[in-house]
């Protein structure tokens, strides 16, 4: 016991010293990977949210032309008329909060103008400043659009200004400006939500910063900006460019990507870069080491305790074995008295390796001829079967070993066997074996087929009955018919006797046939109902919509024409209450539905026919007709088979 014990401290101590340097490999493994992701990850971050601001500063500028153009087409109609460019200006200011001000110059009138600015109440009116006049003067000198530097307003905002110029016919007539007050403008990206914790800067070509999450810094040159040399590099070249920096205004290292922007057709770039701080993993990655060292420690102490029960518990249960299998053996001497007591039950017992434990000498004669084997106690049972039930015997070998008890029946050979299989349980109710009880039924199989051959027949002759029927009654009324018509309608006589030679043919042909396709006996129905029109007129109607998808569907033959008929027989068909029968497809059943007017003269129905239908689809192991009484209509459902 004291060996035992040390063993088990041994295998403790090898299972924490192995956790212990798993966990240093797993961190430093952690740390590299996770490192890599937080780059891979910022950098992605990055560019999305540079894909933002551009989309921003481009949807500013577009719009801004946008305006231009519809400024110069109003005064290429309407001439410089300062109420109609107002309209233009105030519907600017309420329609998009992007831009702080707008103003408007006249060419020829400089030192007036239209500007107006957003103030509590809304948008109000005021007096073009000098700012805005020196950069009307400006754009005189460039002759194009551009975008001024940042400068402060005379109400303390700094702004930055794209001013557009208003032509016509190529000459200078005026110019546009739309102002950004770049504390708004900055607000704007830090409530896009899918920015995120990056935050971006904006820095003109001129070198001023235009946004910065640090509003000290906005307006204030690159040279105090610690990474002044990237930007530099960024303005001059125009070349994207990334850096792993440490943010001034976060104080942690970040991944930041400076890339430029070209704004319409003005000929210089703008900078932005977006910064996106970087994952502290080191701290994660060892409180990883700390807490996998832990789990090792736990799992050594659960181990070394599990295997001091395991040993407790494996001594119990081998005790607990011998004594089950003594009670085994006990029950085998039982049954193998009972086994020899009888010649025509072949039975058999195995253990949960499949080996016999016991058989009887009728089994042990039957797989010396079917197998060719001699079996033993001992031999595995599975191994004897060749390969025709093998497969079959596996399946049931392990469906008894998992508890079940069930029954099975195959034929091998010509012979038909019916084998019970009964799991065998110990005292504390766990599987240890089963036994097996095979009897030879083809004696009984045999009866059976017979059986179903004579159901089979019945139906057929039942069927044949019914055709057999329709021969002499429906002759009789077609001559009739006939006689009337030979004098008074020639010709529609000769079709009456085309018509019916086609519905005696269709009666001769399927005459063995049980099932035929639905499209032959729609047609048949065609003529059988023309025949019967000119006994009953225009009092009998047949409205049939089938689509062509079902036409080669299965169905008794017959069974429509049986149908019509009883409608026809058991009905009231007169020009008061004319009989209307239909046909047509609800959830791919045939429904056959006649309006329901019952002749008093005519007794109680024995419902032969339907009868019939109901045993030729039992034969055919098909879902009943279903017929009855809904409403003012008689209907039955036949289902279709395919």
């Given at each position: 016991?004291k060996?035992?014990?040390?063993?088990?401290?041994?295998?403790?101590?090898?299972?924490?010293?192995?956790?212990?340097?798993?966990?240093?490999?797993?961190?430093e493994?952690?740390?590299?990977?996770?490192?890599?992701m937080?780059?891979?990850?910022?950098?992605?971050?990055?560019?999305?949210?540079?894909?933002?601001?551009?989309?921003?500063?481009?949807?500013?500028?577009?719009?801004?032309?946008?305006?231009?153009?519809?400024?110069?087409?109003?005064?290429?109609?309407n001439?410089?008329?300062?109420?109609?460019?107002?309209?233009?200006?105030?519907?600017v200011l309420?329609?998009?909060?992007?831009?702080?001000?707008?103003?408007?110059?006249?060419l020829?009138?400089?030192?007036?103008?239209l500007?107006?600015t957003?103030?509590?109440?809304?948008?109000?009116?005021k007096?073009?400043?000098?700012?805005?006049?020196?950069?009307?003067?400006?754009?005189?000198?460039?002759?194009?659009?551009?975008?001024?530097?940042?400068?402060?307003?005379?109400?303390?905002?700094?702004?930055?200004?794209?001013?557009?110029?208003?032509?016509i016919?190529?000459?200078?007539?005026?110019?546009?400006?739309?102002?950004?007050?770049?504390?708004?403008?900055?607000?704007?990206?830090?409530?896009?939500?899918?920015?995120?914790?990056?935050?971006?800067?904006?820095?003109?070509?001129?070198?001023y910063?235009?946004?910065?999450?640090?509003?000290?810094?906005?307006?204030?040159?690159?040279?105090?900006?610690?990474d002044?040399?990237?930007?530099?590099?960024?303005?001059?070249?125009?070349?994207?460019?990334?850096?792993?920096?440490?943010?001034?205004?976060?104080?942690?290292?970040?991944?930041?990507?400076?890339?430029?922007?070209?704004?319409?057709?003005?000929n210089?770039n703008?900078?932005?870069?977006?910064?996106?701080?970087l994952?502290?993993?080191?701290?994660?990655?060892?409180?990883?080491?700390?807490?996998?060292?832990?789990?090792?420690?736990?799992?050594?102490?659960?181990?070394?305790?599990?295997?001091?029960?395991?040993?407790?518990?494996?001594?119990?249960?081998?005790?607990?074995?011998?004594?089950?299998?003594?009670?085994?053996?006990?029950?085998?001497?039982?049954?193998?008295?009972?086994?020899?007591?009888?010649?025509?039950?072949?039975?058999?017992?195995?253990?949960?390796d499949?080996?016999?434990?016991?058989?009887?000498?009728?089994?042990?004669?039957?797989?010396?001829?079917k197998?060719?084997?001699?079996?033993?106690?001992?031999?595995?049972?599975?191994?004897?079967?060749?390969t025709?039930?093998?497969?079959?015997?596996?399946?049931?070998?392990?469906?008894?070993?998992?508890?079940?008890?069930?029954?099975?029946?195959?034929?091998?050979?010509?012979?038909?066997?019916?084998q019970?299989?009964?799991?065998?349980?110990d005292?504390?109710?766990?599987?240890?074996?089963?036994?097996?009880?095979?009897?030879?039924?083809?004696?009984?199989?045999?009866?059976r087929?017979?059986?179903?051959?004579?159901?089979?027949?019945?139906?057929?002759?039942?069927?044949?009955?019914?055709?057999n029927?329709i021969?002499?009654?429906?002759?009789?009324?077609?001559?009739?018919?006939?006689?009337?018509?030979?004098?008074?309608?020639?010709?529609?006589?000769?079709?009456?006797?085309?018509?019916?030679?086609?519905?005696?043919?269709?009666?001769?042909?399927?005459n063995?046939?049980?099932?035929?396709?639905?499209?032959?006996?729609?047609?048949?129905?065609?003529?059988?109902?023309?025949?019967?029109?000119?006994?009953?007129?225009?009092?009998?109607?047949?409205?049939?919509?089938?689509?062509?998808?079902?036409?080669?569907?299965?169905?008794?033959?017959?069974?429509?024409?049986?149908?019509v008929?009883?409608?026809?027989?058991?009905?009231?068909?007169?020009?008061?209450?004319?009989?209307?029968?239909?046909?047509?497809?609800e959830?791919?059943?045939?429904?056959v539905?006649?309006?329901?007017?019952?002749?008093?003269?005519?007794?109680?129905?024995?419902g032969?026919?339907?009868?019939?239908?109901?045993?030729?689809?039992?034969?055919?192991?098909?879902?009943?007709?279903?017929?009855?009484?809904?409403?003012n209509?008689?209907v039955?459902?036949?289902?279709?088979?395919?």
């Open positions: 016991m060996r035992r014990n040390k063993s088990i401290v041994q295998v403790g101590i090898v299972i924490i010293v192995t956790f212990v340097i798993v966990a240093y490999l797993i961190g493994k952690m740390s590299q990977t996770a490192r890599n937080s780059v891979d990850l910022a950098v992605s971050k990055a560019q999305n949210s540079f894909l933002i601001v551009k989309n921003k500063l481009k949807d500013n500028y577009q719009f801004s032309i946008e305006l231009g153009k519809t400024l110069e087409e109003i005064i290429k109609v001439g410089i008329q300062l109420p109609t460019i107002s309209e233009q200006l105030e519907g309420i329609g998009k909060n992007d831009f702080y001000s707008c103003w408007f110059i006249d020829e009138k400089s030192e007036e103008g500007f107006f957003h103030i509590e109440e809304g948008v109000g009116k007096e073009i400043d000098a700012s805005r006049k020196a950069l009307f003067k400006n754009l005189q000198l460039k002759g194009e659009e551009f975008v001024s530097p940042p400068y402060l307003s005379q109400d303390s905002r700094f702004l930055v200004s794209i001013v557009m110029p208003v032509k016919k190529g000459n200078l007539v005026g110019a546009l400006g739309l102002d950004i007050d770049l504390f708004n403008f900055q607000q704007h990206f830090y409530d896009e939500q899918s920015l995120g914790r990056a935050y971006v800067s904006i820095i003109s070509s001129e070198g910063c235009i946004i910065h999450p640090d509003e000290k810094r906005i307006g204030a040159g690159i040279n105090s900006m610690s002044s040399n990237n930007v530099k590099k960024v303005l001059i070249s125009g070349e994207k460019y990334q850096a792993e920096v440490v943010s001034d205004f976060l104080q942690v290292p970040v991944v930041r990507v400076y890339q430029s922007i070209q704004l319409g057709e003005i210089a703008w900078l932005i870069s977006v910064s996106v701080p994952f502290n993993v080191e701290e994660a990655v060892q409180e990883v080491r700390n807490s996998t060292a832990l789990i090792g420690i736990a799992l050594a102490f659960l181990l070394m305790v599990f295997l001091y029960f395991s040993q407790r518990k494996w001594l119990s249960e081998y005790d607990r074995r011998q004594k089950a299998e003594t009670k085994h053996r006990a029950v085998e001497n039982k049954l193998s008295s009972i086994m020899e007591s009888t010649d025509q039950i072949m039975i058999f017992s195995v253990d949960r499949f080996h016999y434990t016991s058989f009887n000498s009728v089994y042990q004669k039957d797989i010396l001829e197998e060719g084997v001699c079996i033993e106690l001992g031999d595995n049972a599975l191994g004897v079967y060749k025709d039930v093998r497969e079959l015997m596996r399946k049931s070998f392990e469906r008894a070993i998992q508890g079940e008890h069930f029954l099975i029946e195959y034929e091998r050979n010509q012979q038909h066997y019916q019970i299989f009964n799991a065998i349980f005292e504390d109710n766990i599987v240890i074996g089963f036994s097996s009880f095979r009897f030879d039924i083809s004696e009984t199989v045999e009866l087929k017979r059986a179903n051959q004579e159901e089979e027949e019945k139906v057929k002759a039942q069927l044949k009955n019914i055709k029927q021969n002499p009654h429906f002759l009789f009324n077609s001559l009739n018919s006939l006689y009337a018509l030979v004098e008074a309608e020639p010709g529609l006589a000769r079709k009456f006797v085309l018509k019916l030679s086609k519905v005696y043919r269709y009666l001769l042909d399927q063995n046939s049980s099932l035929i396709d639905l499209k032959q006996e729609l047609d048949f129905m065609k003529h059988y109902i023309f025949l019967q029109k000119i006994r009953f007129g225009e009092n009998l109607s047949l409205d049939c919509d089938i689509s062509d998808c079902y036409m080669s569907s299965k169905l008794p033959s017959v069974s429509l024409q049986s149908l008929e009883n409608a026809i027989k058991h009905n009231i068909v007169t020009s008061e209450k004319p009989l209307l029968i239909t046909i047509r497809i959830n791919d059943e045939l429904v539905a006649n309006t329901y007017q019952l002749r008093s003269d005519v007794g109680s129905s024995s032969t026919g339907l009868k019939t239908l109901n045993a030729l689809y039992t034969f055919l192991g098909k879902e009943q007709p279903k017929y009855g009484v809904e409403g209509l008689f039955v459902r036949l289902p279709l088979i395919s």
